[in-house]
């Protein structure tokens, strides 16, 4: 029998960036006995990924409630997971991020003994509150996980100034950037140009905004500076495929519903995504993995936050901090449209985060690791 991998996810951007990871386990029938437990911390957003990827997950805890909260939340997958856990019994699981999933996966892993490796191990702000609950969701995690694997050197480098063992830490890069690369190799879906068609030769502006630390008056300061930007700039559009948490539907419909070229869409399949991606001029994000995906594909990103763990794609210019002032908002998006030198110095295609191969590395490590 090979060595039993269970891993574990829950929302949008763990599916995305775990399923390379799962195509690659699934490689190896003889060596390694890969199992897929989703939470479905998020179900429609989940399902949409498990879709395009083609993954039919073994275990589906299907524990998703509307507007649920953290400690239920945490509660409930603490104790679905450790169910799981006495029944498949996996030599070690695989966990992605820093999400509640990820966070409460790790700690009934622990409870079982069974090693838990970290996918994208390392981010930091340092600021417990910002973004929240995630900084100290992926702390708990490192401390608790066997493998870390870092997507870039200076995640590895946190992880040592905490004291993990060097032994443990492995630079691998991100496997976000092995989804996009597949995703952009992918025809266009058809709804990416049916959205272009109606943009009529303007320049076009994809959003998207999530953050809980962001969730009232910060969300609608960003709205009112989306809803100032396009009543000021005709040959503007902006699209905002709007995230299905109702702490984001409610403001974002409430003040931008109904404005001319304003295009509130529901959220988008990976593959759209990725592709709307790459036919926009300017993306504006507090997302996370947006960050490490908008440098791949040389488009300037714009991130609504206080600071970031993330810090590559600032150093690489290609992502800039703004604050999240309506006025600011504006500024900065309108200076990288009509200021054509600006716009240059930001739109360059690097990838500090990753080569595409991140998730080879990890299973070749686990593969060496676990025999
Ligand atoms: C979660 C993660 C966040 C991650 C984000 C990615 C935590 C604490 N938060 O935030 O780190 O960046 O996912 O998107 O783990 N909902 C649906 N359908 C869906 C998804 C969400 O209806 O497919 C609604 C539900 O009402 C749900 C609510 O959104 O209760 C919140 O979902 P939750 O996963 O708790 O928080 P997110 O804000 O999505
Ligand atoms: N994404 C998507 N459809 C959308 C918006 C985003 O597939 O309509 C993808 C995006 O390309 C990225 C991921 O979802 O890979 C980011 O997820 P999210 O912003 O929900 O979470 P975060 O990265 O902030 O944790």
């Known amino acids: 029998m090979g060595i039993r991998i269970l891993s574990v996810f829950g929302t949008r951007p763990e599916a995305i960036k775990m399923a390379p990871v799962?195509?690659?386990?699934?490689?190896?029938?003889?060596?390694?006995?890969?199992?897929?437990?989703?939470?479905?911390?998020?179900?429609?957003?989940?399902?949409?990924?498990?879709?395009?990827?083609?993954?039919?997950?073994?275990?589906?805890?299907?524990?998703?409630?509307?507007?649920?909260?953290?400690?239920?939340?945490?509660?409930?997958?603490?104790?679905?997971?450790?169910?799981?856990?006495?029944?498949?019994?996996?030599?070690?699981?695989?966990?992605?991020?820093?999400?509640?999933?990820?966070?409460?996966?790790?700690?009934?892993?622990?409870?079982?003994?069974?090693?838990v490796g970290h996918i994208e191990a390392g981010l930091r702000t340092y600021d417990r509150y910002s973004p929240f609950p995630e900084e100290i969701n992926r702390r708990i995690t490192d401390?608790?996980?066997?493998?870390?694997?870092?997507?870039?050197?200076?995640?590895?480098?946190?992880?040592?100034?905490?004291?993990?063992?060097?032994?443990?830490?492995?630079?691998?890069?991100?496997?976000?950037?092995d989804?996009?690369?597949?995703?952009?190799?992918?025809?266009?879906?058809?709804?990416?140009?049916?959205?272009?068609?109606?943009?009529?030769?303007?320049?076009?502006?994809?959003?998207?905004?999530?953050?809980?630390?962001?969730?009232?008056?910060?969300?609608e300061e960003i709205c009112l500076g989306l809803r100032e930007l396009a009543r000021r700039n005709p040959q503007i559009a902006i699209v905002y495929p709007v995230h299905?948490?109702?702490?984001?539907?409610?403001?974002?419909?409430?003040?931008?519903?109904?404005?001319?070229?304003?295009?509130l869409i529901s959220p988008l399949s990976y593959l759209s995504f990725a592709h709307l991606m790459n036919r926009a001029d300017v993306i504006l994000t507090d997302s996370g993995g947006i960050q490490e995906e908008a440098p791949a594909l040389g488009k300037p990103v714009l991130v609504v936050r206080e600071e970031t763990e993330r810090p590559e794609a600032i150093e690489a210019g290609v992502?800039?901090?703004v604050e999240i002032d309506a006025h600011?908002?504006?500024?900065?998006?309108?200076?990288?449209?009509?200021?054509?030198?600006?716009?240059?110095?930001?739109?360059?295609?690097?990838?500090?985060?990753g080569d595409g191969h991140a998730a080879e590395r990890i299973v070749r490590i686990l593969l060496e690791r676990l025999k």
């Open 328 to 353: 600011v908002i504006v500024q900065e998006v309108e200076r990288l449209l009509y200021d054509e030198q600006a716009y240059r110095q930001m739109a360059n295609a690097v990838s500090p985060f």
């Open 179 to 219: 989804a996009l690369l597949w995703a952009v190799r992918q025809p266009e879906p058809p709804d990416v140009a049916k959205l272009a068609s109606r943009l009529d030769g303007q320049k076009l502006v994809l959003v998207t905004a999530h953050r809980r630390e962001n969730f009232g008056a910060p969300l």
């Open 319 to 321: 992502a800039k901090l």
């Open 22 to 115: 799962i195509w690659e386990l699934q490689k190896y029938p003889d060596r390694i006995e890969s199992r897929v437990c989703v939470t479905a911390q998020h179900r429609e957003m989940l399902d949409q990924v498990l879709g395009v990827f083609r993954i039919t997950p073994d275990i589906d805890l299907n524990l998703m409630q509307p507007a649920q909260t953290l400690p239920e939340l945490t509660t409930r997958v603490v104790a679905g997971i450790t169910e799981v856990l006495e029944r498949e019994r996996p030599d070690c699981v695989l966990v992605q991020g820093d999400t509640t999933t990820v966070m409460a996966t790790a700690l009934a892993a622990f409870y079982r003994k069974v090693p």
């Open 143 to 177: 401390v608790l996980a066997t493998f870390c694997f870092a997507p870039t050197r200076a995640a590895a480098e946190a992880l040592r100034r905490e004291g993990i063992s060097d032994r443990d830490i492995y630079v691998t890069g991100n496997t976000v950037i």
């Open 244 to 263: 299905l948490n109702p702490n984001v539907q409610e403001p974002v419909h409430r003040i931008l519903q109904g404005e001319e070229r304003i295009y």
